[in-house]
């Protein structure tokens, strides 16, 4: 019943579940090993979690050495 949910959604929300989907893989865990009942839940498709979701991907990370100078 959830994988059904999930592909519903998806389908509907193709950009929300890409992100998702983005997430989980900069945390290691690929989009097929993850549970449709815990994506489909208010961590990840309610709008407070989306939004934490897409804060998170649009983060820069921030890198050590290198950067920028004052061009003197």
């Known amino acids: 019943m959830y994988q059904a949910a999930l592909a519903v959604n998806s389908y509907w929300f193709p950009d929300t579940y890409l992100a998702i989907a ?10 097929s ?7 489909l839940g208010s961590a990840y498709s309610s709008a407070s979690g989306y939004q934490r979701i897409r804060a998170e991907i649009e983060t820069p990370q921030i ?10």
Do not use: Y
């Open 22 to 31: 983005q997430h989980f893989e900069n945390r290691g865990t690929n989009w």
């Open 33 to 39: 090993e993850v549970s449709a009942k815990e994506v």
């Open 63 to 72: 890198q050590d050495g290198g950067g920028g100078g004052c061009g003197v």
